[in-house]
T-cell receptor, first 108, second 113 residues
Framework: EDQVTQSPEALRLQEGESSSLNCSYTVSGLRGLFWYRQDPGKGPEFLFTLYSAGEEKEKERLKATLTKKESFLHITAPKPEDSATYLCAATVGNQFYFGTGTSLTVIP | NAGVMQNPRHLVRRRGQEARLRCSPMKGHSHVYWYRQLPEEGLKFMVYLQKENIIDESGMPKERFSAEFPKEGPSILRIQQVVRGDSAAYFC???????????FGSGTRLTVV
């Protein structure tokens, strides 16, 4: 069964304290691995797409990496405005399989 | 260039009533997807549509739920005879043809009382 699992479910960091979020996937025929950010009461906002193992993408304090079985979202020196739920999704065919997300809180 | 527009943002229905959720895709996007997000659960795929065609409805419950994307106007997700378990946030996303990058709307939060 195609499945995406994210860990941890929740993460509290002090401002400036770097960490990583994990996304493990077991899907057949992965087309791409996506990261989204979701703020309360809003729709997911696109961050990155990764297509092949070894690929990395960066945007400000975020860097996403991909292996054959998992993806990591590294957050370097986070700020309070980075607080949100981070979702990963694996695409197979026409569908996105979403994980349940990691709720990140960055404390000033 | 407006993003994906969903309305209403909040919808309250009594059990047994009908709910109609609307989604206008981004300009130039011809593919529409509907997802449901239950509390403490991830986004679950429901249906994928192109203009006048349902491409994949494998995530749609077999009864009471239907979706359309007419030649003119927004995509509509229709839920007949709503029950309390239908309470959730319903998100629409759109993409250009041939690209797998979704843009999501802000969702419709359906509450069944």
């Amino acid at each position: 069964e195609d499945q995406v699992t994210q860990s941890p479910e929740a993460l509290r960091l002090q401002e400036g304290e770097s960490s990583s979020l994990n996304c493990s996937y077991t899907v057949s025929g992965l087309r791409g691995l996506f990261w989204y950010r979701q703020d309360p009461g809003k729709g997911p906002e696109f961050l990155f797409t990764l297509y092949s193992a070894g690929e990395e993408k960066e945007k400000e304090r975020l860097k996403a990496t991909l292996t054959k079985k998992e993806s990591f979202l590294h957050i370097t020196a986070p700020k309070p405005e980075d607080s949100a739920t981070y979702l990963c999704a694996a695409t197979v065919g026409n569908q996105f399989y979403f994980g349940t997300g990691t709720s990140l809180t960055v404390i000033p | 260039n407006a993003g994906v527009m969903q309305n209403p943002r909040h919808l309250v229905r009594r059990r047994g009533q009908e709910a109609r959720l609307r989604c206008s895709p981004m300009k130039g996007h011809s593919h529409v997807y509907w997802y449901r997000q239950l509390p403490e659960e991830g986004l679950k795929f429901m249906v994928y549509l192109q203009k006048e065609n349902i491409i994949d409805e494998s995530g749609m419950p077999k009864e009471r739920f239907s979706a359309e994307f007419p030649k003119e106007g927004p995509s509509i997700l229709r839920i007949q005879q709503v029950v309390r378990g239908d309470s959730a946030a319903y998100f629409c996303a759109s993409s250009p043809q041939g690209e797998a990058v979704y843009t999501f709307g802000s969702g419709t939060r359906l509450t069944v009382v």
